[in-house]
């Protein structure tokens, strides 16, 4: 029974108000007052769309090395993947601490790309393949556009396999056409997007039904039987007029979350099949499908055998701070040049090699394990550091990405760069032993202290400008589940 074994799924905790966007720009652009509703979700400063791909990853595999080891492939889908000539999914996988034998690719070019990531996973899977499927989107949009309001950031993923037991896979459809909505050329930073009611009229209206309708067929049912319709579009009640001509009951068409988190490009449509099957009962359909050069749907019947993952869609909407910064967010993006000041001077160039040589510890936060006294530490290095027994080379890798931590020491320092002051950094102790000094993220001022419970997250350190390359590692963000399961246990 080929399908999905796994999903998960994550957006960024930021939600900026796009009230606060519109009161903003009402003195350049007051034709954006009728998109002053509701939120769109906004990537931290050091989340892009691989970062969130990696946590939405590692929420569909969960802690347990056991999943990880039986993966066969990875596939990261985006359409603002951070390097063009690096292979993302390589960099996906070591933060995932994948093995090296793993076959990977990006899928890119198209905002239903995440959509044909998983339907080539499917392929594969009906092989015998156990496959991971990651899309992540991150896009960019002038200042006081109506994109600025309608894109969101987020991302899902699934763990595709012949014993998909969460979702029977039942029918693709396909249509590629060379149908140009919007565009982005290599040296572009921003979307040129075209007039929409082209996009609806000539575009998905025409374009998505016979995709839809042939995945259908494929399946063998008829389209009254959908009880799911996914359909992501920035277009109110687009899904509703496709689901009337196509024939499927008006209440099958789910919500875009469009409210909540804005609209998240190549990831959307994963994003609302993540969501359906959190809400499906057993035994439903659920059909996703996607826009771009054509379009793309696959059908599901949801199983019973479904392991919900820890945060999911549902958790990643309840996880949530409104930002009503606005100017932080054209920071946080790049709109806006600042003055960063002497402390930011500095040439952030790597060392290749250095990287590689150490790409476990970097890429995947694996340390190292005494095997004859048992010692944890980071970094893992030939002697270690028991007390009165420095062996040598006793150490074997100890993955700390998943184990749970909390605050030792800290600082909030204002004084050392930071592109959200004030720099929070601290000693991190690990359960099982262990410590690290990491940078604290996703913190406001006030909120680090003694004894909070931390997890692992991983996030861009920093940016070599100068070169064009990002260097990633991980850092420590408040555990809010664990501190709140605390925070209930103390009262009572």
Known sequence: MVG?????????????????VVAANAWVAPGLAGKAKGERSMA?????????????????????????????????????????????????????????????????GSQRCGLTALGQALDAAASGKRVLVAAGEHRRARAASPQELDFGDAAAAFVVSPDGSAAEFLGRGTVTDDFVDHFRGADAQFDYAWEERWIR??????LVPPAVRAALDAAGLD???????????????????????????????????????????????????????????????????????????LVFRVGDGAVRPARGVAGSLADRQEETNYLKFLVFNDLVEWDRGMRAEKDNKTALTTLYRNRDQILGL???????????????????????????????????AERAAHVLTYSADYLTFSMSPPNHYGMIVFEGGGRIMLDITDVTPGEVETGLPVKMVFRIKDRDEKRGFVRYFWKAAPDRAALAAVNAQAAE
Request: hydrophobic letters at 45%.
């Open 4 to 20: 999905i074994a796994a999903w998960g799924a994550y957006a960024p905790r930021l939600r900026l108000s796009r009230k606060a």
């Open 44 to 108: 931290n400063w050091d989340e892009d769309a691989l970062t969130m791909a990696v946590e939405a990853a590692r929420d569909a595999l969960g802690p347990e090395d056991e999943g990880r080891a039986a993966v066969n492939a990875a596939i990261f889908a985006s359409t603002t993947a951070p390097f063009a000539d690096r292979q993302n999914a390589g960099i996906l996988a070591a933060a995932l601490t994948l093995a090296p034998s793993i076959a990977s690719a990006d899928v890119t």
């Open 201 to 206: 009229d000539e575009g998905i209206v025409k």
């Open 223 to 297: 389209a009254a039987r959908v009880d799911h319709f996914c359909f992501p579009s920035v277009f109110a009640g687009m899904g509703a007029t496709l689901a009337k001509g196509l024939g499927i009951r008006p209440e099958a068409v789910r919500d875009t979350l469009g409210a909540q988190l804005g609209e998240a490009g190549a990831a959307h449509g994963p994003l609302l099949l993540a969501h359906a099957l959190e809400e499906a009962l057993p035994g439903q359909i659920v059909l996703v499908a996607q826009f771009g050069q054509g379009a793309e749907a």
């Open 366 to 400: 694996v340390g190292g394990r005494c095997r004859e006294t048992g010692v944890v530490q980071f970094p893992r290095t030939r002697i270690s550091v028991a007390p009165n027994n420095p062996a040598v080379d006793t150490q074997e890798p100890y993955r700390f």
